[in-house]
């Protein structure tokens, strides 16, 4: 369950992924301004925004099988629809529609993870589960710029498109839904929600969108910087970004298992927002004094601890929903960090614009320095 739960977020994350591996080939080669084409590297993520919680209810109600093998799906039909398409208005609404159904996996495989593994496990499960983001910009960092440039934006969107339909059968044919506690009936309209019980989900929320701020721009602007600002030619670029999102897989893991062993998410939570202020200004120097080699090193770290939070996150509010909720309060807490992401793409290629990539670096410190004092100082969870 576990495995197909990543595979079919991989699969997904990486049609997301894919338009912002693009840009190097939009704004250097066909003059595509930067903010423009940020706005394309947003579009799935918007569409994300709009069906994640619908996503998540539909998980609640009918399982996970059904819907993570109908969402992809759909996923690769609009990646295979998207492929021919030469303008960037109807790229960018079919892209839209890709994210709309990649969401079904977010949510739902998050419920595969809550019901399939016990409390002392879920951290380092879901950190595992969580491998599935990073993994996807990777593979998506490595392969999307030179398909791009030997053959076209629209053959990297026939990879994403077959890779979901591949996986869309093996997910119908693979997960078997969790079971549900027998001790707890289906929620209704008229349950009383895990928000109106105390303000812990909200804050973990607010927390996510603050720390997915540094995260989104590194994924969606470090090739471009690496390639127009320090002059590395893309295919090393690429494997810089690559490495950056594998270890960033790595130490998801890493942080779920040791939450595990402290038994909080919360305490290892807030240890990671912190180290996100000095890592990011840490970059921002490295990027400012043109040092080329430590740039890279802050990166592939600045990466890391930038994916490291969401795992963390993720388990927290699953196991504060409890299992008649989770779906629904996964989608939400999806829907915040992709609102966030979807106004990443344009605002950061504006603000560089403006006053370039180092000092944008050091200004999205802010967001981490302000989650600190948001997380909570202890777990709430259901089981």
Same mark, same amino acid.
């Given at each position: 369950?576990?495995?197909?739960?990543?595979?079919?977020?991989?699969?997904?994350?990486?049609?997301?992924?894919?338009?912002?591996?693009?840009?190097?080939?939009?704004?250097?080669?066909? %003059?595509?301004? &930067?903010?423009?084409?940020?706005? +394309? =590297? /947003? @579009? !799935?993520?918007? $569409?994300? #925004?709009?069906?994640? *919680?619908?996503?998540?209810?539909?998980?609640?109600?009918?399982?996970?099988?059904?819907?993570?093998?109908? %969402?992809?799906? &759909?996923?690769?039909?609009?990646? +295979? =629809? /998207? @492929? !021919?398409?030469? $303008?960037? #208005?109807?790229?960018? *609404?079919?892209?839209?529609?890709?994210?709309?159904?990649?969401?079904?996996?977010?949510?739902?495989?998050?419920?595969?993870?809550?019901?399939?593994?016990?409390?002392?496990?879920?951290?380092?499960?879901? $950190?595992?589960?969580?491998?599935?983001?990073?993994?996807?910009?990777?593979?998506?960092?490595?392969?999307?710029?030179?398909?791009?440039?030997?053959?076209?934006?629209?053959?990297?969107?026939?990879?994403?498109?077959?890779?979901?339909?591949?996986?869309?059968?093996?997910?119908?044919?693979?997960?078997?839904?969790?079971?549900?506690?027998?001790?707890?009936?289906?929620?209704?309209?008229?349950?009383?929600?895990?928000?109106?019980?105390?303000?812990?989900?909200?804050?973990?929320?607010?927390?996510?969108?603050?720390?997915?701020?540094?995260?989104?721009?590194?994924?969606?602007?470090?090739?471009?910087?690496?390639?127009?600002?320090?002059?590395?030619?893309?295919?090393?670029?690429?494997?810089?970004?690559?490495?950056?999102?594998?270890?960033?897989?790595?130490?998801?893991?890493?942080?779920?298992?040791?939450?595990?062993?402290?038994?909080?998410?919360?305490?290892?939570?807030?240890?990671?927002?912190?180290?996100?202020?000095?890592?990011?200004?840490?970059?921002?120097?490295?990027?400012?004094?043109?040092?080329?080699?430590?740039?890279?090193?802050?990166?592939?770290?600045?990466?890391?601890?930038?994916?490291?939070?969401?795992?963390?996150?993720?388990?927290?509010?699953?196991?504060?929903?409890?299992?008649?909720?989770?779906?629904?309060?996964?989608?939400?807490?999806?829907?915040?960090?992709?609102?966030?992401?979807?106004?990443?793409?344009?605002?950061?290629?504006?603000?560089?614009?403006?006053?370039?990539?180092?000092?944008?670096?050091?200004?999205?410190?802010?967001?981490?320095?302000?989650?600190?004092?948001?997380?909570?100082?202890?777990?709430?969870?259901?089981?």
């Amino acid at each position: 369950m576990l495995a197909l739960g990543v595979a079919a977020q991989t699969s997904g994350t990486f049609l997301v992924s894919t338009p912002a591996f693009l840009i190097p080939l939009l704004h250097l080669q066909q %003059g595509v301004p &930067l903010a423009q084409a940020g706005l +394309l =590297a /947003a @579009a !799935p993520t918007l $569409g994300m #925004v709009l069906t994640l *919680v619908v996503w998540g209810a539909l998980a609640d109600r009918f399982g996970e099988r059904w819907v993570i093998a109908g %969402g992809l799906a &759909l996923t690769a039909t609009f990646a +295979l =629809a /998207a @492929a !021919p398409v030469q $303008g960037l #208005v109807g790229l960018g *609404v079919l892209l839209m529609l890709g994210g709309a159904a990649s969401a079904s996996t977010n949510a739902a495989s998050g419920r595969i993870v809550v019901g399939w593994f016990p409390r002392p496990r879920r951290g380092l499960a879901m $950190g595992i589960r969580q491998m599935s983001q990073p993994l996807g910009v990777a593979l998506a960092a490595v392969i999307v710029p030179p398909l791009a440039a030997d053959f076209g934006i629209g053959a990297p969107l026939l990879v994403a498109g077959l890779a979901a339909a591949i996986l869309a059968a093996a997910c119908a044919m693979g997960i078997t839904n969790p079971p549900r506690p027998t001790n707890t009936a289906p929620a209704t309209a008229g349950t009383v929600t895990p928000y109106a019980q105390s303000s812990f989900l909200v804050r973990i929320h607010l927390v996510s969108i603050l720390l997915v701020v540094p995260q989104f721009t590194l994924s969606t602007f470090g090739l471009v910087w690496f390639i127009s600002a320090l002059h590395w030619n893309a295919a090393a670029a690429g494997g810089i970004i690559a490495l950056a999102q594998f270890v960033g897989a790595i130490g998801r893991i890493v942080v779920g298992a040791i939450s595990d062993r402290l038994d909080s998410r919360v305490g290892v939570l807030r240890w990671v927002a912190i180290s996100g202020v000095v890592v990011m200004l840490l970059l921002a120097a490295a990027g400012g004094l043109q040092w080329d080699a430590a740039a890279a090193i802050m990166l592939v770290i600045a990466t890391t601890v930038s994916v490291a939070d969401n795992g963390l996150a993720f388990t927290s509010v699953a196991e504060a929903a409890g299992p008649a909720w989770s779906g629904r309060v996964l989608g939400v807490q999806n829907t915040g960090q992709f609102i966030a992401a979807s106004a990443v793409g344009p605002a950061a290629g504006a603000l560089i614009a403006i006053v370039g990539y180092p000092l944008t670096f050091a200004l999205l410190a802010i967001a981490p320095l302000v989650s600190i004092a948001l997380i909570p100082r202890a777990d709430k969870h259901w089981s």
